[in-house]
């Protein structure tokens, strides 16, 4: 590729970003989203909106850091939202799905109800995630090295970061061999791969998405995995051995890893040098899981999304249906971590020098 040709590339990374969803994908460009499914039917339906970050309300939330605590958390409400709306688009909330049971239930109780089940299912989903990742891990390697001097830690910290790593990579493997997710990480790689095409600045079409990587050192798996690293770093410094009292205090230093991951990630996503491509690998490796090859019709999906997110770019939509009530109205609406957004977000486009095995 020419300078000239690298120049007139480059000025599209970290424009678009994306996120898998129930036989779709979501796609974000600056303050505007689409999100694109797939229906029963074979036809494509589609939803859109603007949104404003925190991050871009309040200054304070920008600050580095705090920014990586502030997207986290919006990505999390957003992938809830999104992945709400994918069901609703593509039917598995409707009424004839419902039984006699569910029925009389939302009658009696109406909405109440069910955020009071969410509430509680993100609750456990919480719990089981801080007994996983944080006290299992401490409390095996206690039983493993005993007590200690109760200093400085490298060995500690090491056993639990190798046991988190392998609960997590084993966590993905199983839930991967399941036939819904296998699709949701099939339109993962659609999502990345849509996104490098547009990256290389070549024209979108499936068959071009097609020849792209299908990974990209932004992605939410990589940041989770990065985050993995630096729990392994900061768990050296913290000087408790009692299984509570350790794995209390790296709950309170969540955050930190956290702002100091996002941090890691967008860094990588803007520079290709050696640094970023070695403490990069292990994401990208665990892409290999969380992404798969998507066929012609979810690139379709996932192209049409990224030009819903760019209607300035590429024009209205055509062939597509409006799949519900659009959001531009709704500022509060919250921004993803998404691929390649450069106020930061997950992200799946690759490194054209990435394989796509």
């Given at each position: 590729m020419s300078k000239k040709e690298k120049k007139n590339v480059c000025p599209r990374l970290g424009k678009v970003g994306g996120q898998a969803?129930?036989?779709?994908?979501?796609?974000?460009?600056?303050?505007?989203?689409?999100?694109?499914?797939?229906?029963?039917?074979?036809?494509?339906?589609?939803?859109?909106?603007?949104?404003?970050?925190?991050?871009?309300k309040h200054k304070f939330c920008n600050i580095p850091i705090i920014r990586g605590?502030?997207?986290?958390?919006?990505?999390?409400?957003?992938?809830?939202?999104?992945?709400?709306?994918?069901?609703?688009?593509?039917?598995?909330?409707?009424?004839?799905?419902?039984?006699?049971?569910?029925?009389?239930?939302?009658?009696?109780f109406g909405d109440k109800l069910l955020k009071v089940i969410m509430a509680i299912a993100t609750v456990l989903g919480i719990v089981l995630s801080v007994g996983l990742f944080i006290l299992l891990p401490t409390f095996v390697?206690?039983?493993?090295?005993?007590?200690?001097?109760?200093?400085?830690?490298?060995?500690?910290?090491?056993?639990?970061?190798?046991?988190?790593?392998?609960?997590?990579?084993?966590?993905?493997?199983?839930?991967?061999?399941?036939?819904?997710?296998?699709r949701t990480f099939q339109y993962h790689g659609a999502e990345h791969k849509s996104v490098a095409c547009y990256e290389k600045g070549l024209e979108l079409t499936p068959a071009n998405a097609a020849t792209c990587t299908r990974f990209h050192p932004r992605c939410g798996t990589s940041f989770i995995f990065v985050m993995l690293i630096l729990s392994i770093i900061i768990s050296a410094f913290i000087p408790f051995t009692n299984t509570w009292l350790r794995s209390g205090v790296k709950f309170l230093l969540l955050p930190i890893t956290?702002?100091?991951?996002?941090?890691?990630?967008?860094?990588?996503?803007?520079?290709?040098?050696?640094?970023?491509?070695?403490?990069?690998?292990?994401?990208?490796?665990?892409?290999?899981?969380?992404?798969?090859?998507?066929?012609?019709?979810?690139?379709?999906?996932?192209?049409?999304?990224?030009?819903?997110?760019?209607p300035d770019e590429f024009g209205p939509l055509e062939g597509v249906h409006r799949g519900g009530e659009t959001n531009e109205e709704n500022e509060d609406a919250v921004p993803p971590v998404l691929d390649g957004d450069e106020d930061g977000a997950e992200t799946g486009a690759g490194n054209d020098s990435e394989g796509d095995n």
């Amino acid at each position: 590729m020419s300078k000239k040709e690298k120049k007139n590339v480059c000025p599209r990374l970290g424009k678009v970003g994306g996120q898998a969803v129930l036989e779709g994908v979501m796609m974000r460009s600056g303050d505007r989203w689409c999100l694109a499914v797939r229906e029963d039917e074979g036809g494509i339906a589609v939803r859109d909106g603007e949104y404003v970050s925190l991050r871009k309300k309040h200054k304070f939330c920008n600050i580095p850091i705090i920014r990586g605590v502030i997207n986290f958390v919006e990505m999390l409400k957003l992938s809830m939202d999104m992945l709400t709306a994918s069901a609703e688009m593509i039917g598995l909330e409707t009424e004839e799905t419902e039984s006699k049971f569910d029925k009389w239930v939302s009658e009696k109780f109406g909405d109440k109800l069910l955020k009071v089940i969410m509430a509680i299912a993100t609750v456990l989903g919480i719990v089981l995630s801080v007994g996983l990742f944080i006290l299992l891990p401490t409390f095996v390697t206690r039983l493993s090295l005993g007590k200690g001097d109760g200093t400085f830690q490298p060995l500690r910290a090491l056993i639990e970061g190798v046991l988190k790593i392998g609960i997590f990579v084993l966590y993905i493997f199983l839930v991967g061999l399941m036939p819904d997710i296998k699709r949701t990480f099939q339109y993962h790689g659609a999502e990345h791969k849509s996104v490098a095409c547009y990256e290389k600045g070549l024209e979108l079409t499936p068959a071009n998405a097609a020849t792209c990587t299908r990974f990209h050192p932004r992605c939410g798996t990589s940041f989770i995995f990065v985050m993995l690293i630096l729990s392994i770093i900061i768990s050296a410094f913290i000087p408790f051995t009692n299984t509570w009292l350790r794995s209390g205090v790296k709950f309170l230093l969540l955050p930190i890893t956290v702002g100091l991951g996002f941090e890691f990630i967008m860094y990588a996503g803007r520079h290709d040098n050696v640094l970023t491509k070695i403490l990069s690998a292990p994401g990208l490796w665990m892409q290999r899981l969380t992404t798969k090859n998507p066929d012609e019709s979810q690139l379709e999906i996932a192209i049409t999304a990224l030009k819903g997110a760019m209607p300035d770019e590429f024009g209205p939509l055509e062939g597509v249906h409006r799949g519900g009530e659009t959001n531009e109205e709704n500022e509060d609406a919250v921004p993803p971590v998404l691929d390649g957004d450069e106020d930061g977000a997950e992200t799946g486009a690759g490194n054209d020098s990435e394989g796509d095995n």
